[in-house]
């Protein structure tokens, strides 16, 4: 759980992310952490750029343990705090830690982040004096705080390059965001030339969304751009969708968000269009529908589909109508699925199906042919027979695609049983005129349920008063 705060909240600010981390710590007994645990919470501190608070550190087990200090130092170093860095540098080598290439590497780091660039050359000299090589560790924190003092980096390049330094993907995600402080977008693709990222996982992703929050979505849609650039279709299509998503939950602006996915389209022509990850994430929101709209009125194309959480999340007919009424204003007319998976199961639980067709008859002006199947086969999905019964004897003129209910008709007898009510529905239904041609509604129907029931069901349902009733159909117009 700690690891997780550390690895996998990259949308928390800092101190959140320590806050979360502190309630979790504080579950354990205070002889029960062990060292992974510590290690653990560090860890937190470092990705969280926190230090570890006095009354908390008072309390810190394995501070003799040359691990634990040397996370306890990187948090320090992270954040800047030169003085307690030295301390722990000193307390390592009384307990007989000399100063290597890391201990120096969060001394540059402290320095750097500090905005001290004489104390990075200091400790350079002390490193030169003691005789301890610039390694991997302690060239990693140099790049990092000359790209923050902008200092030229040429050398340092060179340096790890000629040692044949490389950079893991946690490692290159950090001097990435070091560049975002500065905007120096042009030196993204020479840093990425010499480390290249191995694998666009969660470290790579996290990076992008940090940067999101931290208000450089600009900044990071070049990034994207670069590490994308050579990548594969599957690739492209597993990592880029959650960006438009992640900066509508950042709160960025309608504006801001067409322009970055209109500027992401014209760098990946060939992908989905981006735009529509950002018109389904606004539209899970019912609180953004003006949002959600700005966004929408540039959709092409326009699909059903992005309407339908928020029909699903309406909590009065009115909330229902209302995004009915949206889409037809866009220009779009509810297709078969929007209104029977979507609309009238939301709308029936406030109202009977009668009122719910008129009312949407008068404020969406929706006709009685249009409505009627979809609302019958919502009836069925929702095992409501006696309604469906109901409204094919108010509506006797009908005209109804027969395909779409045999189906459900068959599954709403599976579970409600009730037999002569069904066979009167599939008598009322059968003699209906269908949408394009004849159809052998009772036939479909009663294969679809010899397919899914058990014996004694099938025959309850072929019994000589149900058949009797199958029979009338072809008269089934003088009935009423």
Known sequence: MLNCCAEYLPHLPGIRKVELAEKIWNTFPDQGRSKLDVLAFLNV?????????????????????????QLLLESHAECGNVAKCSEI???????????????????????????????????????????????????????????????????TLKMMHDQGVKLD??????????????????LVGTILRQFPVYGLGHVIRNMVIHLIYEGKHVFASEIFHLLLADSNTEILTSMLAFFP?????????????????????????????????????????????????????HMTPLRSHYFWPLIVHSSTTEEAVDVLQQML?????????????????????WDAPIKVIKLLQEKCHLSFSTQLGPMLCALLVNKQIE?????????????????????????????????????????????????????????????????????TELRECISVRYTMIFMKIHFYGTFY
């Open 329 to 349: 204003k866009l220009g779009l007319q509810p297709n078969y699925d929007t209104l029977t998976f979507y609309l009238y199961p939301s709308m029936l639980r």
């Open 89 to 155: 540098v000193e307390r390592m080598k009384s307990l007989g830690f000399a100063a290597a290439d890391h201990e120096f590497a969060c001394l540059i780091l402290a320095h750097g982040t500090s905005n001290n660039y004489k104390g990075v050359q200091s400790v350079l000299e002390r490193m030169d004096l003691t005789g301890v090589n610039r390694g991997r560790l302690s060239l990693f924190s140099l790049l990092r705080v000359q790209i923050l003092n902008e200092i030229p980096v040429i050398e």
């Open 387 to 455: 309604e469906a019964l109901h409204l094919c004897k108010l509506i006797k003129d009908r005209t109804i695609d027969l395909k779409k209910l045999y189906r459900p008709m068959a599954m709403a007898l599976l579970e409600k049983k009730s037999y002569a009510q069904s066979a009167e529905l599939v008598a009322s239904l059968a003699a209906s005129r269908h949408k394009f041609s004849e159809v052998d509604f009772v036939g479909l129907f009663l294969c679809e349920f010899a397919n899914r029931c058990q014996p």
């Open 245 to 297: 998503s992640e900066l509508v939950k950042s709160g960025k602006s309608a504006s801001d968000i067409l322009d970055i996915c209109l500027a992401l389209q014209s760098n990946f022509p060939n992908h989905n269009p981006f735009l529509s990850y950002a018109v389904e994430e606004s539209l899970r929101d019912k609180s953004k529908m003006d949002f959600s709209s700005a966004l929408l009125v």
């Open 169 to 186: 993907d946690e490692q290159v995600a950090k001097v990435v965001v070091c560049l975002s402080k500065t905007n120096k977008t042009k």
């Open 45 to 69: 501190h470092i990705a969280a750029t926190q230090e570890v608070k006095p009354e908390v550190l008072l309390k810190l087990p394995l501070l003799e343990d040359k691990e634990v200090l």
